[in-house]
């Protein structure tokens, strides 16, 4: 063992290559200092760090020294750590013919891979989990955070907090999605619900494959379980324009009593149910924008200079995917309806609605937004049955029911597509401008037939009430036509 300012544990040549193991005093030697190996090859050199070892000079100096016993098993951690980094320099040394940069470079590449390794080592799809949520919530993506966070806490509660790696496999998962049907107790969750948790988990697993904590034919555990949110398939959450105009007509009117004229609920929570309503109403005229989008909306300048016919909002789902989908949506006269009733007054840069409030955090919007889709779904599985329909519509059926009551209606898909803002990429275009594609006009035209609106009906109306009718009155009626 040499000694010096800075103490050194080894020192030794592979070729033309210095190896040393010392401390770091790149930060300056009156503090405590990562243990690293340095590496010499020409004029360049390297520090290789040990992790999460810090140590003084005297400190350092007291562990390497051969007399202290004590310390054994640290050095051995020294030896283990300085030999997986001269074996990797002795193997390039015997390459020959390498530049000083181009070894260098290997070297590291070649390190980094081997700490790669051992950090997978020891690691539980826990920690996986945890890792990936912490990189999500470093990102700023808020709402995946919590869906995958919400999943960890359901698979825990459900499977345990001591799940081994080798115990990953397809009968576990099918374990898991019989006991979130069936749990022990409350009821089971929703098939849109287990779907979204599978769909975490996948990712999970996935990832844990790639770092190698799980083996690598891990990755298709997933491919022979059920589909469970397929039961529940989105195409058929939707409701037809006759429907919507039953819920706009209830809102419109705005009462709430019983045969006998009797008021069904108190008037707080009256007000919460026509509020709940509006917004669903809302977000169905609204070209099936989704609460987040709804929630950050404004009386902005695009508002006011048209009129206030139209509004407009960049669509948060599409913000990783490019710079943000433009969408664009006209007033309907049954949507100012709803604005008297629910919306703020309009002054220009305001937000339109008080689902949030300004200067909130994102994450504090993506909780309020949550509560507001939650409280949506709630109150209109109480509305449902007052204007006799049999669904429990969500938030999510409002866009459903937005497309294909216009595709019935016979709009052209193109339209649906970009009123939606379904992300298109021409190159570097991210964001269309949609008012020059589709003037005021025939989006009123257009958005109009997602509510009768009272006028005489179509060929197809006509036609289904002939139907319906009493043979002897239809026969009456086609007398008279003769």
Known sequence: MKTSATPIYKSTKEGKVRLTMTL??????????????????????KYYLLPDERYTTENFASIINENNRKQGKKRKEFDDFFDKIRTETKALVEVGELSSSDFMEILTERINGIRKEEEAQGMTIYDVWEQLLKELEDANRIGTRNSYRDALK?????????????????????????RMQNPQEGRGLSASTIGIYLRAFRVVV?????????????????KGVKDVNRKGDRKEWWLNVEKMTRLFEFFEKGETK?????????????????????????????????????????????????GQKAMRFIRQKTMRETDGVEVIFPILPQMQVILDRIACKPHKGALVLDIIKEGMSEERIKALVYLENSNIANRMEVIAPLVGME????????????????????????????MMGHTVTFGSATTLNYLSRYNMATMMAYNSKLLNNGKEGTKEDILEKLKAMDPEKLAAILKLME
């Open 258 to 306: 019983d045969q006998e004229g009797k008021e069904m609920f108190a008037p707080l929570y009256k007000v919460k149910l026509f509020r709940s309503l509006g917004l669903f109403l809302f977000s169905y005229l609204a070209n099936g924008a989704n609460m987040a989008d709804i929630a950050k909306l404004r009386y902005d300048e695009f508002y006011y200079s048209n």
């Open 206 to 222: 996935r990832r844990a494959a790639s770092m190698g904590v799980l083996l690598a034919d891990k990755m298709d555990l997933f």
């Open 391 to 418: 669904e429990k519509p969500t938030p999510t059926w409002c866009r459903h029911s937005y497309a294909t009551n216009l595709r019935d209606a016979g709009v052209p898909t193109e339209y649906i597509s970009t």
């Open 154 to 178: 359901r698979f825990k509660a459900d499977m345990g907090k001591k799940v081994s790696n080798i115990s990953i496999n397809q009968a576990l998962v099918d374990r898991w999605i019989a």
């Open 24 to 45: 770091d005093p790149r930060k300056g030697t009156d503090k405590e200092m990562p243990v690293c190996v340095r590496v010499r090859v020409g004029n360049i050199q």
